[in-house]
C-alpha cells in the first residue's frame, strides 16, 4: 500500500471537507494532514528492511484514522464507514513444504492466505482475485519476486507486498526500494517481526480504505 496514496487521499479528503463545511480548514485539520504527510516522506526514506519501517506503516495508520475522525466531525454524516473486507494475504513461495508451513502459520495469525508457487500463477490469481496483502520469496522460478511486486504495482498500486530474502547485501535490498516494496523480511523469518509487519500493513490498509470511503461520501 503505497504511502504516497495515502497522501494524495489526505489532500482530496482535506479539501472536500473544506468545501462541505464551506469553510476554511481549520488549524487541526491542516496539523494532521501535515503528519501524515511527514510520516509518509519518513517511510519513503527509510529503507524497506529497516525494523522501524512496522512502527512507522501503525503510525501512519493511526494518524489517517485521526485524521477521518476529524473530517467526519465537520461534514453531514453518512450512512456509515464500516469496512467488512478481510485483510487477506496472496503468498508466493515456489518450495512446497515452505508454502504449506507458512499458509497455515499466516491463517493461525487471522489472515485468510491462498498461496500459489510462482510469480506467474500469482499474477493470475491476483487478477481473478485481488489481495490486500502480497507476501513473496524474492527468488522465485521464472519470474523473480521482484519482478512480481512491480509488475502488481503497475497493474494495481494498492497491494502491500512484502518481499522475503535470505540475502542481506543493501544493494539488493534497496533494489526492493526502487521496485515499490512495501516491505522486506530477511529470512530465515522471524515469526514475532512477521506478525508485527502484518499489523502494521493491516492497520495502514483499513485506514487507507476508511479515507477513501470518506472521499467517495463527501464527493456523491
Known sequence: MPTRRAVTLVDAVAEDATSAANASADDALRAQAAMVRALADESERLHPSDIRMAAIHMQLGEELERLARLVQT?????????????????????????????????????YPTRSVGSAEDALVEYGAHPSAIVISDWNLPGQSGLELCM??????????VILSTAFQEKERQLDGMRGGADDVLLKPTDVGQLEARLLAASRLIRAVRAVARLKERLRS
Open 74 to 110: 465537520r461534514t453531514p454524516r453518512g450512512d456509515g464507514d464500516g469496512d467488512d473486507a478481510p485483510i487477506d494475504v496472496l503468498l508466493v513461495e515456489d518450495d512446497d513444504d515452505t508454502r504449506r508451513a507458512t499458509q497455515k502459520l499466516l491463517v493461525t495469525l487471522g
Open 151 to 160: 509488475a502488481l504495482k503497475k497493474r494495481d498500486p494498492q497491494p502491500y
